[in-house]
């Protein structure tokens, strides 16, 4: 009778495998779109790629003897291959490939995750994995054996007990998650008898944990004992004088320091009182000195004017002068005619 074979494979390295292959078509078609592509003609373009992807690894592990890091390889490889002359030119970044990635899980008929995920399966199984490194090998006489051997095979996948742990890995590796699992709930790294999930356990150390140490809530008058959490009401229970002793100790620093407030106080009041009274007599000089300034607009007004009166009777007595001056030319002329 023919044997029969486990056909259990590592769910880790085909869910990688995957999540590569997705990854590989994002690219692909951002190498290949332009500015007027839409993401019906994008989707359209994945479902393409994802055939002649599959079709060119295929061809690539009929060419030898293969192995996982050849799978990646040939994979990378034929992603480079659709960059065009405008790739870069239309945006080929990371954030664009995420887009596209998003694109196709939102629109399964491109390529469905089913079909993914099976074609994960057979390029390890089938075509890369040719040492053995993520798959089960062995055969078996009966279905008996094979069911026996499948409850316990090293790539069963199974997963995680742990509640809320969405992670699945093969059976092998369950000593190793449980290790790392942020899920799984342990005792108090602290050893105060609390279970905590691994992940929150940072935040149950800083805060609730009765065995972290704290400062004694007098720290602040002079009390440098430190404790754990759990001991902090012994701790003020014993030393109670102390404690006390610091609290008149502050009381008598805080009512000094009242003391010297007040006096500053008063100091600020006095000094601005004199201040007042100067500016009381600062304004009392300046309305003096605007006065004084009026009385003087009004006599360099009447100044003006008893000069104007001035400049007037000037004119007049020059006027007066001219005609004299006229008068006596002419009879001085009359004389001299007079004489001859």
């Known amino acids: 009778m023919e044997g029969r074979a486990c056909d259990h494979v590592c769910c880790s390295t085909t869910s990688n495998v995957a999540s590569t292959l997705l990854n590989a078509v994002a690219r692909a078609v951002v190498h290949q779109s332009s500015l007027l592509s839409t993401d019906s003609s994008k989707i359209q373009q994945a479902s393409k790629f994802s055939k002649e992807l599959e079709d060119a690894l295929v061809a690539d592990a009929a060419q030898g003897k293969k192995k996982l890091t050849d799978l990646l390889v040939a994979i990378n490889g034929w992603s480079e291959s659709k960059k065009g ?27 469905a995750e089913s079909e993914r995920n099976k074609l994960a399966i057979n390029l390890v199984k089938k075509w890369y994995d040719t040492d053995n490194k993520a798959h089960c ?13 499948k409850k316990s095979c090293p790539w069963l996948p199974v997963s995680c007990p742990n509640a809320g742990c969405p992670a699945s890995y093969s059976l092998h590796a369950r000593e190793k998650h449980e290790t790392k699992c942020p899920f799984k709930v342990i005792e108090c790294s602290f050893g105060c008898g609390d279970k905590i999930a691994r992940k929150d356990m940072s935040l149950h150390t800083s805060t609730a944990c009765s065995m972290r140490e704290v400062k004694c809530p007098y720290h602040g008058l002079g009390c440098d004992e430190k404790m754990r959490q759990g001991m902090v009401t012994e ?21 000094y320091r009242v003391d010297e407030i007040e006096r500053w106080a008063r100091a600020i009041h006095d000094d601005d009182e004199t201040r007042r009274r100067g500016i009381s007599a600062i304004d009392t000089a300046l ?19 008893h000069q104007h009166k001035l400049e007037g009777r000037i004119r007049e007595l020059e006027s007066i002068v001219k005609r004299q001056a006229s008068d006596l030319a002419a009879l001085r002329r009359l004389v001299d005619g007079l004489r001859k």
Not at 86 to 92: A, C, D, I, N, R
Not at 235 to 255: G, I, P, Q, S, W
């Open 287 to 305: 309305l003096t000195l605007e006065t004084k300034h009026l009385d003087l607009d009004k006599d360099h007004s009447a100044s003006k004017a």
């Open 85 to 111: 002359l405008m790739s870069g030119v239309f945006g080929s970044s990371g954030d664009a490939v995420k887009e596209v990635e998003q694109l196709l899980l939102d629109h399964d008929e491109a390529w």
């Open 235 to 255: 701790h003020l229970c014993e030393n109670v004088d102390n404690h006390l002793r610091m609290l008149y100790a502050e009381e008598a620093k805080l009512e």
């Open 137 to 149: 090998t062995e055969t078996f006489n009966g279905d008996e054996e094979l069911f026996e051997h």
